[in-house]
């Protein structure tokens, strides 16, 4: 058969969904990700241009660094102050921002709540709703009490008529929820495909550069906690925030993966209330409201970093005989593998035999603690459950255990004890290699360098 210069070729690929990998055949099992059964047949059309047609490409010459002329940043607070946190002070216009998080966590929640927001602000904002119906989304809108003339929902999924009517409404803001679910019909392949998500994401960013319009995207997430489609989409974008907590629990976690115009130390943290996401402005008070004075063994509270901010959180240890032949590990909002280290530095270095008990660890507030300075907390939560010791109530611990039994140094030793001060706090335990420049009155400061000099400090108190 022969073509012409006009006429189109047709070709077909196998692109893996989970990370894009292209090839020319079927793979039952990815080379690059190592995914099984994820490669889907997509068709591409090109068009066979002839050699003597060739576009002359205009191309601008390199600038100079120190000729560049840079503005200032044009930012548009959304007035959800954990929100502009995590934003780095709010939307930067021209930007493309992606929200990724599990199903039912809140995303949408928290953009609508965030549209109707900048609507008091006289600013337009277009909802473009992919997955719910107008109605749906009105039904959400009264539920926060959102009745604003600026906000405009468009329920369409096809990104042609989607370009059309921004071009046309020139909104401040756009909310496309979610990008999975939109499809070009440049592309040959269905709705969620990688080549989709890559090719609607990459028309959307020069949408965003070209008309000057805020664009915030939202993205879902694999079983495994990643954002499904093609690592690139993350690349493209100017901001990655993620949604965390569990959507059976009230407490979520805004957190910041990439900021180009802002740092990722800072978090969010929201409380989901039934007129949607409410801000904790002070997350110790609230984790600490059911603390009990009088607690049982195994209670600690430690100090822990989210980001920048510092957070007093309860962990408790429960150690007990085991009917088993193998003793159960069992661990909630705390990595498994870390309790199992540090159950093994105080069975070697403190002498606490452990091997025929269960031991069961809890973080009360049902958020995830990764930071190593909460393992000194873990370990003396354990300790003290299986040696029957209650640690004072106005006592607070951090710092990070060594596998010799050391306690090691953590960050922002200052803005942690100046966080327990102000909670009314008596007592920190902290590692001796931290150096504290402040002096701090109405408190005791405990430095400690081995993990049985922080066992013996918390029975002293008790004694």
């Given at each position: 058969?022969?073509?012409?210069?006009?006429?189109?070729?047709?070709?077909?690929?196998?692109?893996?969904?989970?990370?894009?990998?292209?090839?020319?055949?079927?793979?039952?099992?990815?080379?690059?990700?190592?995914?099984?059964?994820?490669?889907?047949?997509?068709?591409?059309?090109?068009?066979?241009?002839?050699?003597?047609?060739?576009?002359?490409?205009?191309?601008?010459?390199?600038?100079?660094?120190?000729?560049?002329?840079?503005?200032?940043?044009?930012?548009?607070?959304?007035?959800?102050?954990?929100?502009?946190?995590?934003?780095?002070?709010?939307?930067?216009?021209?930007?493309?921002?992606?929200?990724?998080?599990?199903?039912?966590?809140?995303?949408?929640?928290?953009?609508?709540?965030?549209?109707?927001?900048?609507?008091?602000?006289?600013?337009?904002?277009?909802?473009?709703?992919?997955?719910?119906?107008?109605?749906?989304?009105?039904?959400?809108?009264?539920?926060l009490q959102i009745t604003h003339d600026n906000l405009y929902i468009y329920p369409q999924t096809n990104f042609d008529s989607i370009k059309h009517q921004i071009i046309n409404e020139r909104p401040d803001v756009v909310v496309v929820d979610s990008i999975q679910a939109i499809y070009s019909s440049d592309v040959q392949s269905?709705?969620?495909?990688?080549?989709?998500?890559?090719?609607?994401?990459?028309?959307l960013m020069q949408l965003a550069k070209q008309e000057n319009i805020t664009i915030i995207v939202v993205g879902h997430v694999t079983k495994e906690g990643n954002i499904a489609g093609p690592k690139v989409l993350e690349h493209m974008v100017d901001t990655v925030i993620q949604f965390e907590g569990d959507k059976y629990k009230?407490?979520?976690?805004?957190?910041?993966?990439?900021?180009?115009?802002?740092?990722?130390?800072?978090?969010?943290?929201?409380?989901?209330?039934?007129?949607?996401?409410?801000?904790?402005?002070?997350?110790?008070?609230?984790?600490?409201?059911?603390?009990?004075?009088?607690?049982?063994?195994?209670?600690?509270?430690?100090?822990?970093?989210?980001?920048?901010?510092?957070?007093?959180?309860?962990?408790?240890?429960?150690?007990?005989?085991?009917?088993?032949?193998?003793?159960?590990?069992?661990?909630?909002?705390?990595?498994?593998?870390?309790?199992?280290?540090?159950?093994?530095?105080?069975?070697?270095?403190?002498?606490?035999?452990?091997?025929?008990?269960?031991?069961?660890?809890?973080?009360?507030?049902?958020?995830?603690?990764?930071?190593?300075?909460?393992?000194?907390?873990?370990?003396?939560?354990?300790?003290?459950?299986?040696?029957?010791?209650?640690?004072?109530?106005?006592?607070?611990?951090?710092?990070?255990?060594?596998?010799?039994?050391?306690?090691?140094?953590?960050?922002?030793?200052?803005?942690?004890?100046?966080?327990?001060?102000?909670?009314?706090?008596?007592?920190?335990?902290?590692?001796?290699?931290?150096?504290?420049?402040?002096?701090?009155?109405?408190?005791?400061?405990?430095?400690?360098?081995?993990?049985?000099?922080?066992?013996?400090?918390?029975?002293?108190?008790?004694?």
């Amino acid at each position: 058969m022969l073509y012409n210069d006009n006429m189109a070729k047709v070709k077909t690929k196998f692109v893996c969904q989970q990370c894009g990998y292209e090839t020319a055949r079927y793979m039952g099992k990815c080379p690059e990700c190592g995914s099984w059964e994820s490669f889907v047949e997509e068709t591409i059309t090109q068009e066979i241009s002839s050699k003597n047609n060739r576009t002359v490409i205009d191309i601008m010459p390199p600038t100079q660094i120190n000729k560049i002329k840079v503005g200032a940043e044009i930012r548009i607070p959304t007035n959800i102050s954990e929100f502009d946190r995590v934003l780095g002070g709010g939307l930067v216009q021209g930007s493309l921002i992606l929200i990724a998080g599990d199903p039912g966590i809140g995303k949408s929640t928290l953009l609508l709540q965030s549209s109707g927001e900048l609507c008091k602000q006289n600013k337009k904002v277009l909802y473009i709703s992919a997955e719910e119906s107008a109605s749906q989304i009105k039904l959400r809108a009264d539920r926060l009490q959102i009745t604003h003339d600026n906000l405009y929902i468009y329920p369409q999924t096809n990104f042609d008529s989607i370009k059309h009517q921004i071009i046309n409404e020139r909104p401040d803001v756009v909310v496309v929820d979610s990008i999975q679910a939109i499809y070009s019909s440049d592309v040959q392949s269905t709705a969620g495909s990688v080549s989709q998500i890559r090719e609607c994401c990459n028309a959307l960013m020069q949408l965003a550069k070209q008309e000057n319009i805020t664009i915030i995207v939202v993205g879902h997430v694999t079983k495994e906690g990643n954002i499904a489609g093609p690592k690139v989409l993350e690349h493209m974008v100017d901001t990655v925030i993620q949604f965390e907590g569990d959507k059976y629990k009230s407490y979520r976690i805004l957190r910041a993966v990439k900021n180009r115009f802002g740092n990722t130390s800072e978090v969010g943290i929201f409380e989901m209330c039934e007129k949607g996401l409410k801000e904790v402005v002070n997350p110790s008070e609230l984790f600490l409201k059911e603390y009990n004075q009088s607690q049982a063994t195994g209670s600690v509270i430690i100090v822990t970093n989210e980001g920048t901010r510092p957070m007093l959180v309860e962990i408790q240890a429960l150690v007990g005989t085991t009917p088993y032949p193998t003793p159960r590990r069992v661990t909630n909002g705390v990595d498994l593998s870390r309790v199992l280290q540090i159950l093994a530095v105080l069975e070697k270095r403190v002498g606490l035999n452990l091997s025929k008990q269960d031991v069961y660890v809890n973080v009360i507030g049902g958020i995830d603690i990764q930071e190593p300075a909460a393992d000194l907390g873990i370990a003396l939560a354990v300790a003290t459950c299986a040696r029957d010791v209650v640690i004072d109530a106005h006592t607070a611990i951090v710092g990070e255990v060594g596998l010799s039994g050391e306690i090691r140094a953590v960050n922002n030793i200052e803005k942690r004890i100046k966080e327990v001060q102000k909670l009314g706090f008596k007592k920190i335990i902290i590692p001796k290699s931290n150096k504290v420049d402040e002096k701090f009155e109405g408190i005791q400061i405990v430095r400690v360098a081995k993990i049985i000099e922080a066992i013996s400090a918390c029975i002293t108190v008790n004694t």
